[in-house]
C-alpha cells in the first residue's frame, strides 16, 4: 500500500468511529476510557487515541514519538472491530483463519521464515527477547514459544523449532481463533509480522 492508501484507509475507519459513542467503542475493544483520550494496549506499549477527533499517537512516556501508519491503520481497524468477544484459548495457525489462505504464501513470507532464519541461528535468543518484550514464555509449542497481548482480545504466539541434522529451523505464529471478530485477515497478517519485526529489531542488541 502507498502512503495514501494508509491515509485513506485512516480517513475511512475515523469517519465510521465518530459516529460512535467513544465509550461504548472503548468497552467492546477493551480499551481504558478517560475524559478526552482512550489508552489501548498496542503490542509492546499502549497507544493514545484524542477524542472527538480520534486522532492516534503513543500514550507518555512515548508520545513524542509519531505512530506509523500502518499502525494506525490497524489500531482503528480494531476499534471498528471491536465486539468485546473474549479470547477463545484456541491457537490457530494463519491459514485456519477464515480467509487466510488466500494472503498465507505472503504472511509465511512476511513473518514466518524471518522469524526462522533470524532466531533460528540463535537458540535461547527467541525467549530473552521475548521476556524483555512483555511477552509470556510457554511450553508445548516448538524448542521456544512466548505468547504476546497485542490487542487487549488479540492474542498472538510466536514459536521456534530449532535446526537439526535433518531439518532447517522453522518459524511459526499462531493467533486467538477470536482474532477474526476484529480484523480482516490482511490486518491480521499485518499485525502478526509487525510482531515479528519488532522482535528482531530487539534482538539486534542481544548478544549470544
Request: negative net charge; glycine residues 10%.
Amino acid at each position: 500500500m502507498r502512503t495514501d492508501d494508509y491515509k485513506n484507509a485512516i480517513a475511512l475507519a475515523v469517519q465510521d468511529l465518530s459516529g460512535r459513542e467513544p465509550a461504548d467503542v472503548a468497552r467492546a475493544a477493551g480499551a481504558e476510557m478517560y475524559l478526552h483520550y482512550m489508552d489501548l494496549q498496542y503490542i509492546f506499549h499502549k497507544a493514545r487515541i484524542r477524542l472527538p477527533g480520534w486522532e492516534a499517537g503513543w500514550a507518555p512516556p512515548r508520545d513524542a514519538d509519531e505512530l506509523p501508519l500502518t499502525d494506525q491503520v490497524l489500531i482503528f481497524h480494531y476499534l471498528q472491530g471491536a465486539k468485546n468477544v473474549p479470547l477463545s484459548g484456541d491457537l490457530a495457525a494463519y491459514r485456519e483463519i477464515p480467509g487466510g489462505t488466500f494472503y498465507f504464501d505472503a504472511f509465511r513470507r512476511r513473518a514466518e521464515i524471518p522469524l526462522a532464519q533470524v532466531f533460528g541461528a540463535r537458540p535461547g535468543i527467541l525467549s530473552r527477547v521475548s521476556e524483555l518484550s512483555g511477552g509470556k514464555l510457554v511450553k508445548g509449542y516448538g524448542d521456544e514459544a512466548a505468547l504476546f497481548r497485542v490487542f487487549p482480545h488479540v492474542e498472538i504466539l510466536v514459536m521456534l523449532y530449532h535446526a537439526d541434522d535433518e531439518f532447517e529451523a522453522r518459524g511459526q505464529v499462531l493467533f486467538d481463533r477470536s482474532v477474526g471478530s476484529y480484523l480482516s485477515p490482511e490486518d491480521i497478517s499485518w499485525l502478526g509480522s509487525g510482531l515479528v519485526y519488532r522482535l528482531m529489531g530487539a534482538a539486534r542488541g542481544l548478544r549470544d
